[in-house]
Structure formats: structure tokens, C-alpha cells
């Protein structure tokens, strides 16, 4: 029966550490601040990753209201990461594109040549 009580003890000082984890207000910020900013450019070239982000940023923002603050935190840095990673493709893609321009007027250029 003596570690009955240091169990209570340590018990309550876990529940209490747990509670005591601190809103990721900055996290939220942070993730929604990266999807608005990739939403202009990935709208059209990285549809899937910014919908991933757009999801994760709302369920982080749910689990923010029902103050489970782990699965807050760690949804709004995936959000983040996502919203990043759409941007990074829609970068390729553009980059891609503009690769492939430059590409046909140096053939165009070639074949003016070719004909002179």
C-alpha cells in the first residue's frame, strides 16, 4: 500500500504536464499563413498537395477548439509542409514550361537558320 500514493502522485503530475502544454497558436498561424500564400500560384499546377493542406489546416484548427494541442501542433506543421511542397511544384511546373518555350524557339531558330 506505500506506493499507492507515489503512483496518485505521479499520476497526477503526468495529467498535469499534459494539461499544461501550451496552445500552438503560432503553429496554426504559421500552417494557415503557408496554404493562403500557396494558394494563388499551386491552385492549378499542385491541386492535390494544396488540398492536402487545406485539409490538415482545418482539422488542426478543429483539434485547436477541442484543445487536444499535440494533434493541433502536428497537423498545422504538415499543413505547412504541404502548402510548401505545392508551391515547390507549381514552381516546377511553371519552370517546366517555361524549359519547353525556350526549347521550341531555339528549334524555330534553327530551322530559320537552316533555311538561309
Known sequence: ????PWAAVGLLALL???????P????LAVGQAAVERATGPAAAEAPAE?????DKISRANVA???????LARQL????????TLAEAQARSVRSDRALAAVR????????????Q
Open 50 to 54: 494544396l488540398a492536402m493542406a487545406r
Open 64 to 70: 485547436f477548439a477541442n484543445k487536444d494541442y499535440a
Open 104 to 115: 521550341d524557339s531555339i528549334r524555330q531558330l534553327r530551322l530559320e537558320m537552316a533555311r
Open 24 to 27: 500552438p497558436r503560432a503553429q
Open 76 to 83: 498545422a506543421a504538415e499543413a505547412d509542409a504541404d502548402a
Open 1 to 4: 500500500m506505500r506506493g499507492t
Open 16 to 22: 498535469t504536464a499534459c494539461a499544461s502544454e501550451p
